[in-house]
């Protein structure tokens, strides 16, 4: 869990905390009052424990403040959508998810998106993409809609030839060698990148796989310096606090710096594309 998260559930429990104060009410009287075990109030109230719908409308209930209900509830239904699980993101299959990204990838100006082990969405092939979704509905389990989902993905790729939008790409060398599909699947995705590397308003950057170890390095990517967005194994966390878009942003920038790009992220991908060759 980040900071933001931490924080966000600390402030809903510093304003329900208020509100029993302001009803001259004790944590274990409004637990009693509610039938909730002594310990449920102070969890609440300190951010350890994320309260639920019911558990608000009681407390509001019980402190006279049942007009602050809706407003509550909203700032949870916030809380809630920062963190949400594959499972609930991947109900339907994958397309509602690349839809999503369509959305999001049309209202930024200036993306950047680090990948320590895969090719980014926006620059797979079909076959690429193909493996990558074919791996997450098995692994998440969620309802089959591969072709969809491959239809969708690759329709976000139109982004990169808008003249109003940038992207910076930054992958780990690893990223070129990780086997998505078969090898002819590698081989095709290695010569999209080789096109990549001279497309106008992208700049595609490869860690090489000797530079040293200077900062945490999870998969991640920047939409302007209003949201950032990360992949866990359970969850797709969004991060809005500048503090941490800010953090993220130095984390890119290390990466960047660390990065070849040009001619020098050619060879590396011409020598991965000797390795499948062979």
Known sequence: MTDSLDQAKEALGARLRELRLDAGISGSELARRAGWHQTKVPKIEYGRTK????????????TGAENQVPDLIATLRNIEAAWLEWRRVLGTGTKRRQQASIRLEAETEVMRVYHPFLIPGLLQTAEYAEGVLRSVIE????????DEGVSKRLERQQILY???????FVIAEQALRTTVGSDQ?????LDRLLAVVGMPRVVLGIVPAEEPYRVSMT?????DNSRVMVETVTAELTVTQPREIAQYGRAFDVLANQSVTGEPARRLIRRALEARSR
Do not use: E
């Open 219 to 223: 998969n991640f990517a920047l939409f």
């Open 139 to 146: 692994f998440q389990q969620v309802p089959n809609d591969i």
């Open 185 to 189: 699947t590698m081989i095709g995705q």
């Open 51 to 62: 309260p639920t719908d019911a558990d608000i409308r009681v407390w509001c209930a019980h």
């Open 162 to 168: 808008r003249r109003d939008h940038r992207f910076h």
